[in-house]
């Protein structure tokens, strides 16, 4: 027998103070550095990474019917022909429900304890991850390895910590006994029993499969619910790589691997809505599109559903000490990750005047030429830009960025043209630089929407207010997931804060000298759920709390 | 200024604790015995009583375009003639939202010092409400005073608690530094702040209108949202005399009154709809018919919505040592209230062998006799009667009862048919002694909706496993929120409340010499959210934990 939970328990009191104190921390190693790891580990990683290419993927799941899968790297291009299991859902659901029973019945401990013991053995795969990562979602090395590893995993901490807070709110038994006057009295011993809702669903996106995988994962399946995950047809081989493990874990642990599982598509035949309403799912988290999320928010009404999708999100820079740096920390927001991240910069409002930099007046021109020179100065050199920028996830965004370009250089003016970059490593990388557009607020329309890859605006607005008034109204009607102000300006500062936090929004104010993508888990409530960009945070008491019911027994005594 | 956060600090802290360890505890005194109050208080609520009957109801609120009100007491069948504001919602909700974001940024203590004064004052006026719930929902001045009056407060005051622990569970500041190796550091102080969701609308039922009206009021305000109470068009006087309540506080504590509101409506022309489907509306708290709460559930998907229906609760009865003890415990839950509690049994299931009685079989006919036995030795004294059953809250319950009996007839078999008692002090009251009806379980049809008013069956199944079968199925299908075992085997009573807990239902066992209706506020979840009878459980964390949501702001320092 195991004895995960009280191994591992030093690791979920840390995560739980940090959670409630909410400091820097981290339980994983976020560096790939062979400073830390040895040579060995990471190069046994990239190797286990390519002998899975072109074979099918080591999972053995009920109701399977074929195989599914048409993953392509957006390094090389190339399909990378791992095959996945196709599955029946209702052949697949019949078996999830066998193994419901055990682990409802298991305690919260031995779940949580397993749980803790998931996120550990996913830990020392994180090279395998970051290669897979690379290779699906197109992110750089080091930020598969951060972002889609120690990060993400960090997440799945975090919403563990939670769920087991909110379990643990439930005592297991109460002794209650009062008298009814004429009525009588009583003498009951109660019983309180975690029940799960059932089966949970987690939609992944593309970019970032684990960032909410993790999380949605921890949360439902330490509450007791099975998990299905449902990886973007483009970003597979991350998601099932945690599957696996998480389903060795359940093995040794002497549970049913079936609490764990993965059903894999492919664009022309995609499961998800097969998933999403079959009866018997319970939860859903869903990352994804706002369009789709709010297609679920409203129509899945059986299932508790949670949403991340994405906003436009905002930057109003009023003024500033240092131009260079702020100009610096946004183009970085601009090139990670080719903006693919959540987190990334799209509108970034400027006044028409001009702002001030330490007191003197640099033009509107002038900070269109700071924000453009900071973006070629992070490009200029290719191991930098690779690293920062990795590759688009899809082929997709050529169109868009196309497309964009196109009316943009109709309805504004171009500031900088995207273009692919010359990636060291491989050279038929898909890559693209960063669209830079200057458009007035008219072209409202326009940049009030997500456009997904790295396509930005700096828009002009009338003053410093009127900018804040056009950023924080689309912050509320379209969404934002982050928003930045920059502003040397006390009184200016107070009223951005207050104007994006009552637009549903959270704000962050002059961040420079760090990547300003950065959402830190244990301490940043990431996402809102009071603008369209998402209906939950990652994580709260509110994202674990309805994933369990209550059922009580009392006696009398 | 107020400091009544301090100066209620002792009820809060022992609300928590109670909550926590869920032992018996009550903030409010259950009794309405002069030997307690004195006689003045019980008098003088009563003449307040009386001084509110044809007369409109003090309560001034925004968008007043008339009166409405046609409430009719269930004990002389003539009308209060009480006349309340009818409202333009529009002009009422533009009120609100000005209203809204002082209550917002009040922060947790001084909305939580204040809610705490609002149920502190409601139990001041616990005789005046007790003769308004009478007079309104028809309940016995007993149970009114203790039911409708302290119990309620315990479980607003039980709400308040969770809300107030899930509000600090989110910390108000955070320090958070830490470097990213090559691309800089970071020293962030982080700010987050609790946001309400917006305008919360509590849909309160005939029959126990304060019973979940404090807990929702309690849940939603004090987590920030404004509250609008909607009473059941016969049931307005006692949500009206705690609006009143609590626009004062909130008056003397510097707010806005509009914090809390009254919509009254008529059947006629009904309100609901108007405010459940207005845009604004973010939240809906609904205690009524499972038809419409089903509804709302499905149809009202941008609000947060939770719901208290009801279900057909069972009692499966396979042995015992004291039927006499039994069957009074039974009798008692169909006559309290005449059986309109949401608690009150209507299907007992007995073997069609009959029961072991400390090794004695009593056949199915000695049981039913039993039964009957018991609730003629409940009805028997005429003010015990009166006092136990009370009247009924609307007339069309004659109307079921009627059909039940017709059809009962011809499916079934009459055991003790309904009439009405009389009342000592009210000759026109609208009273009706329980109607009782054997049935197999081939009446499936009949019996496993909800069938409101003092209806119950006693229905033969084969042995006791069958009965525990066709009662947990009818939990699951159609909902349950009592649920009731008697078995002196414990094997079976092992078995019978893991199938009821697996139903998605909470279990008694045994109880006797006790009101079997009663739930305990800190004690027993009310409702499980898991089986039709409701979506929520009142109280838990899940219940309040997303009634608001947590913006941040963070500044580089």
């Not at 104190?21 to 560096?31: D, G, L």
């Not at 899968?69 to 957006?74: D, L, Q």
């Not at 033009?363 to 830009?385: N, Q, R, T, Y």
Request: glycine residues 8%; hydrophobic residues 40%; charged residues 20%.
């Amino acid at each position: 027998m195991h004895h995960w939970f009280e191994q591992h328990s030093d690791t979920l009191d840390r995560a739980l103070d940090a959670c409630q104190k909410r400091y820097a921390w981290s339980a994983y190693t976020e560096s790939p550095s062979s400073k830390i790891h040895g040579k060995e580990r990471p190069a046994a990683g990239k190797a286990n990474f390519q002998n899975m290419l072109g074979n099918a993927f080591p999972l053995e799941q009920p109701g399977q019917i074929g195989v599914t899968g048409e993953e392509i790297s957006p390094y090389t291009r190339e399909p990378l022909e791992v095959t996945y299991p196709k599955i029946d859902i209702n052949v697949l659901y019949q078996a999830i429900e066998e193994a419901l029973p055990g682990w409802r019945d298991a305690g919260i401990e031995t779940r949580v304890g397993i749980c803790l013991e998931m996120l550990h053995r996913c830990s020392e795969q994180l090279f395998e991850n970051a290669h897979a990562t690379m290779h699906t979602s197109g992110q750089s090395y080091i930020m598969a390895f951060a972002g889609s590893g120690a990060n993400a995993l960090d997440r799945g901490l975090e919403a563990l910590a939670y769920a087991y807070k909110a379990m643990k709110d439930v005592p297991a038994t109460a002794d209650w006994r009062r008298s009814f006057g004429g009525d009588g009295a009583a003498h009951l011993q109660k019983t309180y029993k975690i029940m799960p809702r059932g089966i949970s669903v987690a939609v992944c996106c593309a970019t970032f499969p684990l960032w909410n995988g993790y999380p949605a994962l921890m949360a439902s399946l330490a509450t007791g619910n099975p998990v299905v995950m449902k990886p973007h047809p483009s970003a597979i081989l991350p998601v099932a790589l945690m599957v696996k493990t998480c389903r060795e874990a359940l093995l040794d642990a002497g549970f049913d691997p079936n609490l764990v599982t993965l059903v894999a598509d492919t664009r022309a035949q995609p499961a998800t809505l097969d998933l999403l309403q079959h009866p018997r799912t319970a939860i859903v988290d869903f990352t994804g599109s706002p369009t789709f999320g709010r297609w679920i928010e409203t129509n899945c009404t059986r299932a508790q559903v949670y949403t991340e999708t994405a906003g436009c999100n905002s930057v109003v820079l009023e003024s500033c000490n240092d131009l260079q740096a702020v100009a610096g920390a946004i183009a970085h927001s601009l090139c990670q990750a080719s903006a693919q991240m959540c987190t990334s910069v799209q509108n970034i409002h400027v006044p028409a005047e001009g702002i001030l930099v330490q007191d003197e007046k640099v033009s509107f021109e002038g900070v269109c030429e700071a924000l453009v020179s900071a973006v070629e100065d992070h490009l200029k050199d290719p191991a930098k830009a690779a690293f920062l920028c990795g590759t688009l996830v899809t082929e997709d965004i050529y169109q868009t960025i196309e497309g964009i370009r196109r009316e943009g250089r109709e309805r504004g003016r171009l500031l900088r043209d995207s273009g692919p970059y010359d990636h060291p490593e491989f050279t038929n990388a898909r890559t693209a630089t960063p669209l830079m557009l200057a458009v007035t607020q008219k072209e409202r329309d326009l940049y009030s929407q997500e456009l997904f890859g790295p396509i930005s605006f700096v828009i002009k607005g009338g003053d410093a207010d009127d900018c804040l008034k056009a950023a924080t109204r689309d912050a509320c009607e379209h969404g934002a997931i982050t928003s930045h102000v920059y502003s040397a300006n006390t009184e200016f500062l107070q009223r951005a804060q207050d104007a994006y936090n009552l637009a549903g929004a959270s704000v962050a104010c002059n961040l420079v000298g760090m990547p300003i993508n950065f959402a830190a888990a244990y301490s940043d409530f990431h996402v809102s759920g009071l603008n369209p960009a998402g209906n939950a945070c990652l994580t709260d008491l509110a994202f674990v709390a309805n994933r369990f019911r209550i059922v009580q027994r009392k006696v009398m005594v």
